[in-house]
């Protein structure tokens, strides 16, 4: 009997451990759940979420979506590397950059030819290296937004694509829309430095120059330091000033959204939002004013990375292939109403207005500046990104002079990079 | 040679201290050997640590910057704490007296701001005070006044920070005044009324001195709140306008966490805990600890 209970025990454990084994084989092979980090919390209409839950209901898998802000992935993403518990994709602006030994080479898993080279070069960044740790996914660029009832008010045409204005018209116009148009403020801009940038390049200026194989720091030329001047005075004449000089956590978006500015220096990534949101006004997309040295306009975005540590990274590329098919990435960019940076694929809205407005918005992308491509691989922003800032915000503020805010930021960086100051 | 009795004695003692040992040492100790460590070197939060020596310290006292946002600091809190202390006692002076109806709701109304985080008092100062859309500007140009400039002004945002900062903890302190004034026996007050004291009189020279020990408390309490004031002023003002409102604690914080220069972050912060524990000192010996 002891022999017949010690038999069936054994077989009992065995039985068990085949039907574990075959259960584990059916969980391997099953729905599985990819985890996707977001900068920011996805509205209803977010073209990625689409997408993924697309991918989702096409597959049997299923989404888990992380949200870290912005501002918090500096602190929270070398702390998730180390204990291992990355997400298997993550949707970026520049943590790749930063630590791009986090991420596989996903330019081993695709034809990067698909991919049009300025959003390669501008999003994947890969300026030391030939690794490709993301792949370009919202491709944006600074554009002008502008309020067409202020405008109608003082009898103001909109510039067009081959007839731009110049920044002396830019000034004069945003004076006549502050004084007559009905508007609170003339001109307004994203307290972002990438848009102050703009000024700085359609005036000639940069932040480095190439030096054979290095930089020198140029950020407190004549020029750059005139153009600073010109932009504490629009600030103190007809811009919203706390925004630039900070003390104030106000989105000038809002101000627009609610009638108060004429002419609104942001980016493509506002457009969606605001063709579904803006009910109250009629407003339009002109393209930028040109300076001294030409137009210029600022590339960005962000780009899709897979984990070196992630627990799904195969599903992740599995999604990612999924992704960049030519069809599904044209159902992506019909909901994004954003550039494209896959060759072949453009948005074609079916609403007129929104169709000419993309043709303003396509043209800017021919105005990018060669300087704007030297800082970027020079990736000064490494170094010194909210010094900068607040040099700005203390300029602005009348805390100090153009001069001095500029010449106390080239000296800092020049100390952090090793690059020599040229003036 | 110790006796069964003493050692159970002193075993029992250690039993009794290890709880508050262990967490003390993981969450302030730890930190703090830890923190003089990362002060000696130029680690960046990832992978570059080497040893510096005592590279940050000359640093950070060339650093302008750093006594700039400290001597904004100071200022901060001198021209907050009168408020921090005053306001509390005066509102605990009235809950508590005799004459006063609805206690418990004005004590509950006064002391519901403590118990919101400091996004949502952030939220709610800049609906009050926003430079653009806010309720006091609204006001403001209802009886025809010029908007104020909020943003723009140094001594009206710091004003505002101030604001809020006494709001939300106004509630907090008035509860421990409360505590300090029911402490005090009636059998004083009925004496004083029997010698003619007014009722300011007995304020000044019975209230106050018996309460010394409850605002020496609320003192201390408040100056080291002031002087480490940072979701606030992120929710609020995010330091400006320009750097007039970046306090040490938010130095610290772009230093460490937006520049990832984490060895000089800790070096400014042990510098800094110095000074703050070095103010609580002198606190403590200028009142006597809050005794007579």
């Known amino acids: 009997m002891k022999k017949v209970s010690i038999i069936a025990l054994v077989v009992l454990l065995l039985g068990s451990m085949v039907f574990a084994a075959g259960a584990k084989e059916e969980a391997t092979q099953g729905p599985k759940a990819l985890k996707v980090m977001l900068s920011e919390e996805p509205s209803s209409e977010d073209a990625l979420l689409n997408t993924l839950k697309d991918w989702a209901a096409e597959t049997g898998n299923t989404i888990d979506v992380m949200v870290i802000p912005y501002e918090d992935q500096l602190t929270k993403f070398p702390l998730m590397a180390r204990n291992n518990d990355l997400p298997d994709l993550i949707s970026t602006t520049r943590l790749t950059r930063l630590y791009p030994d986090e991420f596989i080479d996903l330019g081993k898993e695709f034809d990067m030819s698909i991919f049009e080279p300025m959003a390669v070069e501008i999003i994947v960044q890969d300026y030391k290296s030939d690794k490709k740790a993301n792949l370009p996914q919202q491709f944006t660029i600074t554009n002008v937004y502008y309020n067409k009832d202020a405008f109608n008010r003082v009898g103001l045409v909109a510039p067009t694509v081959d007839n731009p204005w110049t920044f002396e018209e830019l000034v004069k116009n945003a004076k006549l829309l502050k004084e007559k148009g009905g508007v609170k403020y003339g001109m307004a801009m994203d307290s972002s430095r990438a848009r102050y940038d703009n000024l700085m390049y359609a005036n000639g200026g940069s932040m480095v120059e190439k030096d054979g194989d290095s930089f020198v720091v140029t950020i407190n030329s004549p020029q750059n330091i005139a153009t600073l001047e010109a932009f504490i005075e629009w600030n103190n004449s007809f811009m919203p000033k706390a925004i630039w000089a900070g003390g104030s956590t106000d989105n000038p978006a809002d101000y627009f959204r609610n009638g108060d500015v004429g002419i609104y220096f942001s980016g493509t990534w506002n457009y969606n939002t605001f063709y579904n949101e803006i009910k109250g006004m009629n407003w339009g997309v002109m393209p930028s004013p040109v300076g001294p040295a030409g137009p210029s306009a600022i590339l960005g975005g962000s780009g899709l990375g897979v984990p070196a540590n992630a627990k799904n990274k195969d599903l992740a590329i599995d999604f990612l292939k999924w992704f960049y098919t030519k069809e599904n990435f044209q159902t992506y960019l019909n909901r994004d109403k954003g550039l494209s940076s896959l060759v072949g694929v453009t948005y074609s809205p079916a609403d007129q207005q929104v169709a000419k407005d993309y043709k303003v918005l396509q043209s800017e992308v021919s105005k990018v500046s060669h300087a704007f491509s030297v800082d970027e691989s020079s990736m000064w922003r490494n170094f010194y990104d909210n010094e900068y800032r607040d040099a700005m915000r203390q300029a602005v503020n009348g805390d100090i002079s153009a001069a001095k805010a500029l010449n106390d930021f080239a000296e800092l960086l020049s100390k952090k990079s090793g690059w020599p100051l040229k003036y | ?292």
């Open chain 2, 1 to 292: 040679m110790k006796t069964p009795y003493v050692k159970r004695h002193v075993t029992a003692f250690w039993f009794f201290i290890a709880p508050c040992l262990i967490l003390f040492s993981v969450f302030f100790l730890l930190p703090l050997c830890l923190s003089v460590g990362l002060s000696l070197t130029n680690y960046d939060g990832w992978k570059t640590m080497d040893f510096i020596g005592l590279h940050n310290y000359t640093e950070l006292v060339r650093d302008s910057k750093f006594y700039d946002a400290l001597g904004r600091t100071f200022g901060y809190t001198l021209f907050s704490l009168p408020f921090k202390v005053i306001v509390p006692l005066l509102i605990a002076i009235l809950v508590t007296s005799k004459r006063v109806a609805i206690k418990g709701l004005a004590r509950t109304m006064v002391y519901v701001p403590s118990l919101l985080s400091h996004l949502v008092v952030g939220i709610t100062i800049n609906w009050m005070f926003s430079a653009e859309y806010g309720l006091v500007n609204y006001l403001i140009g209802t009886i025809g006044g010029e908007p104020m400039q909020w943003a723009l002004n140094p001594r009206l945002a710091t004003f505002v920070i101030s604001f809020a900062s006494n709001w939300a903890s106004t509630g907090f302190y008035m509860v421990i005044f409360i505590g300090g004034i029911t402490n005090i026996s009636s059998d004083i007050y009925e004496a004083a009324a029997i010698d003619g004291s007014s009722p300011v009189q007995t304020f000044f020279h019975m209230t106050l001195p018996m309460l010394a020990p409850t605002t020496f408390l609320v003192t201390l309490l408040s100056t080291v709140n002031l002087l480490k004031e940072y979701a606030l002023v992120q929710g609020i003002t995010q330091g400006g306008p320009g750097l007039n409102t970046t306090f040490i604690i938010q130095f610290i914080f772009d230093k460490g966490f937006n520049q990832m220069q984490y060895g000089y972050a800790s070096a400014i912060s042990l510098l800094v805990m110095i000074i703050f524990a070095f103010i609580a000192f002198v606190q403590f010996k200028i009142s006597n600890g809050g005794d007579k």
